[in-house]
């Protein structure tokens, strides 16, 4: 019987802390880069690393040959429907018992924009293989701090965003790779949807300032204009299809619409999900000006 689980996306943020925690668990494990991988080799580490194209079947095959089980990660974009099709179709074809698909806080909800729509329509895509599935549905993540926030915070000491006073119940990237993988390797998971949060909404006026204490130097809270923050996360690697989105993505936040505080992550883990003060900690380094 097919038993290697295969984690698309598995060189990403999500992904490769999915990829670590089934190997620790002992699976056998194949993780797809998109084409053309450039850092494949000094990644390999006894990982079996495909390299992939979603929007053409034929690089899929190798990727699903003996796969049992799928952790499917898409990026978020206006081909994410097209690229999850491919990949369902191509795990039928394999013979894919499970598939645990990853997602967005509020995409079955008419809030968010385009993004929160294309989730949704990924969504729609992987229920209607007849493959049996799990959603989670995490809220924006802790590490977005150090990687697309990060360099504002580093070199200028100000977290910039165009959020006003909202609150939003962050969730910390290991608990939503915790929660994949006993999704997984579990059983009663199969037809639910799962979101997945912090433990409190925070608002950024309070980031600012567990990031100070953390740091031990004042990082300030700067509520910008959306343009402006659009194009400085284009400057670090923000998809110049996805930037536009964000804008969108914000007023929702800005209106709330990601405050709300879910127990999953709790009731599947039997613990509390990280706070942000645990996940500021733990990355206190990657906030330190650089020497």
């Not at 390999?44 to 690393?49: K, N, P």
């Not at 939503?176 to 998971?189: K, R, W």
């Not at 505080?261 to 990355?283: I, N, Q």
Request: hydrophobic content about 45%; proline content about 5%.
């Amino acid at each position: 019987m097919a038993d290697t689980v295969l984690v698309t996306g598995g060189v990403g943020t999500v992904g490769s802390e999915v990829v670590r925690r089934l190997v620790a668990a002992g699976e056998r494990v194949r993780a797809t880069a998109h084409f053309p991988d450039y850092g494949a080799e000094t990644r390999a580490r006894g990982i079996d690393y495909v390299e992939v194209d979603y929007h053409d079947r034929h690089t899929l095959r190798t990727a699903f040959d003996g796969v049992g089980r799928l952790f499917l990660i898409v990026p978020e974009s206006p081909g994410s429907e097209p690229a999850t099709r491919n990949l369902m179709e191509a795990a039928a074809e394999a013979g894919v018992r499970r598939v645990v698909k990853l997602s967005f806080l509020n995409a079955d909800k008419r809030v968010g924009g385009r993004l929160l729509r294309w989730h949704h329509q990924a969504e729609r895509a992987v229920l209607e293989s007849g493959i049996p599935v799990t959603v989670l549905r995490p809220n924006l993540f802790m590490q977005n701090f150090v990687t697309l926030y990060g360099p504002s915070i580093v070199a200028l000491g100000s977290l910039r965003l165009p959020l006003a006073d909202a609150r939003v119940s962050y969730v910390d990237v290991r608990d939503v790779a915790d929660v994949a993988v006993a999704v997984l390797l579990g059983d009663g998971h199969v037809g639910r949807e799962y979101d997945l949060t912090g433990p409190e909404a925070v608002s950024h006026e309070q980031i600012a300032a567990v990031l100070s204490r953390v740091t031990g130097r004042p990082i300030r809270y700067l509520d910008e204009v959306g343009s402006d923050a659009r194009l400085r996360l284009e400057r670090v690697g923000a998809c110049a299809q996805v930037a536009p989105s964000l804008e969108e993505l914000w007023a929702s936040v800005r209106a709330g619409d990601f405050a709300a505080v879910s127990p999953a992550v709790r009731d599947l883990l039997g613990r509390e999900p990280f706070s942000f003060e645990r996940f500021a900690t733990d990355h206190a380094a990657a906030f330190a000006p650089q020497r």
